[in-house]
Nanobody, 127 residues
Framework: QVLLVESGGQLVQPGGSLRLSCAAS????????MAWFRQAPGKGREFVAG????????TYADVVKDRFTISRDYAKITVYLQMNNLKPEDTAVYYC????????????????????WGQGTQVTVSS
């Protein structure tokens, strides 16, 4: 049973923009913090952005701050990642993930604290 499905990844030129979507298949995800991670070839999976279950707490990795925006739509049970001013170093497979603890007020950056993952969507930034 697929629980999280990402979409929106594609090839884009440097300086361009993309919006990734992560659709959840269960209403229960409204009570969980969500995050985006990414994994570039030959590298480990790294935290990009996270939003807590209320939407009141948001955290970004320093390398994407002021360029990326995470948001969530409770009616659609969907989390978005708006990516602007993309750089070649943003090239990676992007994954969304759900926090293992419901109603956590903070945003955890720890990969092992996320226990449900999507299949990933490829973002390639190249001219």
């Amino acid at each position: 049973q697929v629980l999280l499905v990402e979409s929106g990844g594609q090839l884009v030129q440097p300086g361009g923009s993309l919006r990734l979507s992560c659709a959840a298949s269960k209403d229960t995800f409204r009570s969980y913090g969500m995050a985006w991670f990414r994994q570039a070839p030959g590298k480990g999976r790294e935290f990009v952005a996270g939003i807590n279950w209320t939407g009141a707490k948001i955290t970004y990795a320093d390398v994407v701050k002021d360029r990326f925006t995470i948001s969530r739509d409770y009616a659609k049970i969907t989390v978005y990642l708006q990516m602007n001013n993309l750089k070649p170093e943003d090239t990676a497979v992007y994954y969304c993930a759900a926090d293992r603890r419901p109603q956590r007020m903070s945003v955890t950056l720890v990969l092992d604290e996320y226990d449900i993952w999507g299949q990933g969507t490829q973002v390639t930034v190249s001219s």
